[in-house]
């Protein structure tokens, strides 16, 4: 009697334990999934954010050039406007 009694107090806690293990799987793949959704998010906003970067140094250098063109086109020698006039500085 006593040993039966041992045995089935060992195999309820087993039992137990083993509920306890599968619960614990099952969050683990839970956690996985879930840190893998969010490195996927995370490398799509990296890419994006390298993208945006690209596209402001891109629009940056276009303006500097489109800048740098206008004044040097607009600008005769000697820095005289016709009709006498200097040219206005740039604003802003």
């Known amino acids: 009697d006593t040993a039966r009694a041992q045995a089935e107090a060992a195999t309820a806690e087993r039992d137990e334990l083993a509920g306890k293990v599968n619960d614990q799987a099952v969050q683990l793949r839970q956690l996985s999934q879930s840190v893998a959704e969010q490195q996927a998010a995370l490398t799509a906003l990296a890419e994006e954010r390298d993208a945006a970067r690209a596209e402001a140094d891109r629009a940056r250098r276009q303006v500097d050039q489109f800048t740098h063109s206008t004044l040097s086109s607009n600008i005769p ?4 406007m016709p009709g006498g006039g200097t040219p206005m500085p740039p604003t802003g």
């Open 77 to 80: 020698p000697g820095g005289r």
